[in-house]
């Protein structure tokens, strides 16, 4: 499965902060169920890495690791069974040790040089981050036009009011966000959120 497959499988891709492995796996099943089947797990918490084992075991999940920044954590999520790497911005040490691996990647990118340096290793698919910090829908069009091969997941500020927007512009392919497993909320909540997020496209 290529990095491409992974942003066409659904059109939000939550980006997930577990602090108690025990929700992990039921928290995916929910996100599955509600049709979000791509889960990125941001290396945030001591959890994280337990997280992307216990969420593999959940049928038709595809787990990734996000807030990748070295390659001592690459090396850590790809023990722990991570299918996709997500990182928020690309050097070159990580970016050729990953790509020399063959993982699907999407690192992050907010402006033209980061993107260059990425067609530089072969890349063309980016994680646009922090999405509306760095100029929101008008900026990537306009980051889009020169380089018209590249596809596109912003990530950072996205909402279900804005989600829209972002996939209605072609180079996206999907979009991160958070607010589909908001705090506090039960696994039945996460699974409607889910549903509603998936439906997006």
């Given at each position: ?119 530089d290793m072969g890349l063309r698919h ?11 829908l008008k900026s990537l069009k306009a ?59």
């Open positions: 499965m290529n990095i491409e497959t992974i942003m066409r499988t659904s059109a939000v891709i939550p980006v997930l902060v577990i602090d108690n492995v025990a929700t992990a796996r039921p928290l995916a099943e929910a996100l599955v169920a509600g049709g979000l089947k791509v889960l990125e797990v941001t290396l945030r918490t001591p959890a994280a890495l337990d997280a992307i084992r216990e969420m593999k075991q959940v049928t038709g999940a595809i787990v990734g690791a996000g807030t990748v920044v070295n390659t001592d954590q690459f090396a850590q999520v790809m023990d722990a069974g991570a299918e996709f790497i997500v990182s928020p911005g690309l050097t070159e040490r990580l970016g050729s040790v990953i790509v020399e691996s063959g993982v699907p990647f999407l690192p992050g990118i907010a402006n033209a040089g980061d993107i260059m340096r990425g067609y980016f994680k646009f981050f922090p999405a509306e910090t760095s100029g929101g980051l889009a036009a020169p380089f018209y091969e590249a596809k596109f997941c912003p990530t950072g500020g996205v909402s279900p009011t804005t989600a829209l927007d972002w996939l209605a512009f072609d180079p996206v392919l999907c979009v991160g966000g958070s607010w589909v497993t908001p705090k506090g909320a039960s696994y039945e909540e996460v699974e409607q959120l889910a549903r509603a997020a998936a439906a997006l496209r």
